[in-house]
């Protein structure tokens, strides 16, 4: 097992430094393109299915998109390892982008299977651009620079899901189709960001990682992506009034904000003071974040209930994979990426099943709670067990790890 944070940052790699960072922006400048195209139908594209098919239809291409993209992250580690990371980011490009016009046309069959193949696309491009960005980040400095290469698909978040819907509705559908699909294939001009093959390295498979290792980051991802997905689906169903409407509206914006800040502001904390230091920041003011979202009498406590959420998100997703990177191989990259956007997709599902099963029948108050008490106890039960696991795999006893404290991140 690597050490976290063990490597120094020498001052005579400088150069080398920063032509990774260069690279690192131009693979940050494809992914702005593949998050705009997805964040530009996030909401429009189940809002269209409802004017066709009413409530299942809008509820179905959300969830088929997120079980194709968690399918696909599966297999994106063969596909890069036997195709190369720059034919698996142009196919993600093209999948993303190519059926924009079907989601948005007035077949509603072939709309839901649109937003499939659009969901694998976008699967396939989280590791294929995600892996190599691992690669390309240097130890000493991994956090900070995930953190700014993941601004690249933070930042649309905030101005994207609404535009979207602004389009749609003054603009029409086909605008809509084509905004999505020109944001898409605008990143196959960015190809050479990619090497042309990745060689016959195998790729290892998901259930081959080391989980005793990765246990724990796996669980604190997909309970803070949990929280989100309640959160979402809380302001869902706050459209009784136009005050509440534009509460949720502001909520969401500052939500986007704290959640882009805090990804590279936590990766600058996670390389100083360690990733464990920085998950427990999370989870702990994501606990508080959700009370208060239960809690929350007035608009102002919404928000910053909505915003603090943000903030421990943008902690936790910096902290995991950083975690989980650290706590791996080179070889093994592209499976943990996959392993954490998996768990990120699980946990936005899980999140808004269980509010939309408890607060009709408990009320917001007990739903909200409720789910913030399991996620807690989740991440703490996860901590005791996973990590317990961790040290004892390890081989070695607790007296003689002491000189090594110091190299491991916290």
């Known amino acids: 097992m690597s050490a976290e944070g063990a490597e120094p940052e020498g001052n005579n790699n400088n150069h080398g430094t920063t032509i990774e960072v260069r690279k690192l922006a131009r693979l940050g400048a494809c992914m702005f393109g593949i998050a705009n ?9 189940p809002t269209h299915l409802w004017s066709m098919g009413g409530d299942t239809a809008a509820g179905a291409a959300t969830t088929i998109s997120t079980v194709a993209t968690a399918a696909a992250s599966a297999v994106a580690p063969r596909m890069v390892a036997h195709l190369g990371r720059r034919a698996v980011f142009a196919i993600a490009a093209l999948a993303l982008g190519l059926p924009c016009f079907a989601v948005f046309g007035g077949n ?18 989280f590791v294929a651009a995600g892996g190599l960005a691992a690669t390309l980040a240097p130890p000493a400095r991994r956090g900070e620079l995930l953190g700014l290469y993941g601004l690249a698909f933070s930042v649309p978040a905030i101005f994207a899901v609404s535009l979207g819907l602004w389009i749609l509705a003054h603009l029409g559908p086909a605008a809509l189709a084509l905004a999505g699909t020109g944001c898409a294939l605008m990143t196959l001009l960015g190809l050479g960001a990619f090497p042309k093959r990745a060689g016959q390295t195998p790729a290892l498979p998901l259930w081959r990682l080391p989980w005793r290792r990765l246990g724990w980051p796996v669980v604190v991802q997909t309970g803070g992506a949990a929280a ?18 534009a509460t949720a509206v502001f909520a969401m914006f500052l939500h986007g ?19 464990r ?10 606990a508080i974040a959700t009370l208060l979202l239960a809690a929350a009498s007035t608009p102002a406590l919404l928000a910053i209930g909505a915003g603090s959420l943000g903030l421990a998100f ?17 070889a093994e990259t592209d499976a943990v990426n996959a392993a954490w956007n998996i768990a990120y997709d699980a946990g936005l ?3 808004a099943l269980a509010y939309c099963c408890l607060a009709p029948v408990f009320g917001d108050l007990a739903a909200i709670t409720t789910i913030a008490l399991v996620i807690a106890g989740a991440t703490f039960v996860g901590f005791l067990l996973f990590e317990r696991m961790r040290h004892l795999s390890s081989g070695q006893p607790r007296s003689s790890r002491g000189g090594q404290s110091s190299a491991m991140a916290m």
């Open 108 to 125: 509603l069959m072939i709309a839901e299977v649109a937003c499939a193949v659009r969901g694998a696309g976008l699967g396939l491009a």
């Open 349 to 351: 599902g899980m999140g």
């Open 257 to 275: 904000v704290a959640a882009a800040f805090a990804r590279w502001w936590g990766g600058r904390l996670g390389d100083r003071h360690g990733r």
């Open 37 to 45: 195209a997805f964040y530009l139908t996030l909401s429009s594209a």
């Open 277 to 286: 230091k920085l998950i427990a920041a999370g989870c702990a003011l994501s």
């Open 314 to 330: 943008g902690f936790q997703r910096n902290g995991t994979l950083t975690l989980m990177l650290a706590r791996t191989s080179a």
């Open 228 to 245: 989100i997905g309640m959160m979402i689906t809380l302001f869902a169903r706050a459209d009784g009034s136009a005050r509440v409407g």
